[in-house]
Every structure is written in C-alpha cells, then in structure tokens.
C-alpha cells in the first residue's frame, strides 16, 4: 500500500515539473508582428523602451503609428502598415543609423560614448520638427 502511494507521489511530481517546465518555455516572448528595421528576434523590455523613446522625443502616443485594431477598436494592431507614419519612423530610423555609423563611428569598438543622433536630436518633443530657426527681433538701435 505504502508503494501504490510512493508511485502516485513520484508521478504527480513528475507530472507538476512537466508542467512548469511547459509553462516557462511558452512565456518566452512571441515574435513581434512586422519588424522591417528592428531586429526580429528583440525581446518585450528592449522594444517596449524603444518605443517610449518615439514617445517621448516625438511628444505623441502609440496611436501616432500604430493603426487601431479592426476587431478591437479598443487596440491597436502593432502589425499594420496601415498608417504613413509608421513607414516614416521606419525610413528615418535607418537616416539615423547611417548618420551615425558614417560621422560618429556608432556601434564600433571603443566608441559607446560617441555622440549620436536620435529621433529628439531633431524633433525635440514635437511629431513634426522645426525646420526653420525663429530669430529674436534684433535689439533697438541707440
């Protein structure tokens, strides 16, 4: 009797472990939908700081982007080419990426503290950067 117990003991443990071991390989992150410019294989964390990067430097929400979902309007659907504007961040990430391998040696040994542009280099918190410089009236003659 004490065997029949053993056996069910040792079954549901093996059992339980199968399942954590199920549960913790499916946690991994799923592949992101549509990634022309950002590596496929990026995780939730790296890309989640990327986008609030655009945030924050372009002073908009995702919705700026990101289309709203056909099923669920509530959402928005991070896969869609719907909206121009994604395909803007697209082209201006790749400018950037050369700007800064060609005049700043960006991602080369050696130089992470090189200077770099980035998207709030030009818009500086605004969807559409300035592209001309308001000058001050010029001071009074005397």
Known sequence: MFQLHKRKL?????????LIIGASATTQDKPK???????KNIDHEALSKIMKEFNVSLGVKC???HAQSKTDP???????????EKNIARSMMKMTSKINKKYFNFNKEGEDNAPAVTCITC???KAHPESKVTLPPPPPER
């Open 10 to 18: 040792y079954a549901g443990i093996g059992l339980l472990a199968i």
């Open 33 to 39: 939908p549509n990634l022309k410019v950002l590596p």
């Open 63 to 65: 919705n700026f982007c």
């Open 74 to 84: 509530k959402k928005l659907d991070f896969g869609s080419d719907e909206k121009d």
């Open 123 to 125: 818009h500086n918190g």
